[in-house]
């Protein structure tokens, strides 16, 4: 278990520092703004897609999240990596703007296998006891 624990906590910091991290500091840049233009995404989108990146990977960092939200968030950055994927794929061609993302894919399923294979050493503990 401990290779798992130790391949969860490497990918899922990954993610973290670059999902959620990375866009509270700098979103609100003029590179970062220019980027979401760029894809002819309106500005309110970024906003929007920041406050979503950071609550998911605070999600995932966080242990006593329950594992359906943890759930909503792995699939919310699948979505998120897929999107932008395509959404370079669409404006600059096939580059490495598109396969950049693509690499985040396989790092966060890295992330949710060793977390499944933690959860089912360890089954998750109920938040609310049973009366």
């Known amino acids: ?3 798992y624990k130790i391949i969860f906590w490497i990918t899922t910091l990954i993610i ?10 700098f979103s609100n840049s003029e590179m970062a703004k220019e980027g979401m233009r760029h ?5 309110y989108f970024g906003a929007m897609l920041t406050v979503f990146k ?11 999240v329950s594992s359906r939200i943890k759930e909503w968030a ?3 950055f699948a979505f998120d990596f897929i999107a932008a994927a395509v959404s370079h794929w669409s404006v600059d061609g096939f580059g490495g703007e598109a396969i ?5 894919v396989g ?7 060793s977390y499944h294979r933690l959860r089912s050493a360890a089954p998750e ?3 609310v006891p049973a009366i």
Do not use: D, Q, R, T
């Open 16 to 25: 973290f520092l670059w999902e959620g991290v990375m866009p509270a500091l």
């Open 74 to 76: 792995y699939a919310g």
């Open 54 to 64: 950071v609550l998911g990977a605070l999600a995932l960092v966080i242990p006593a």
């Open 107 to 113: 790092i966060l399923v890295g992330s949710y296998l």
């Open 125 to 127: 503990i109920p938040l």
């Open 1 to 3: 278990m401990k290779k």
């Open 100 to 104: 950049f993302p693509i690499v985040f």
């Open 39 to 43: 894809l002819g995404y309106p500005e």
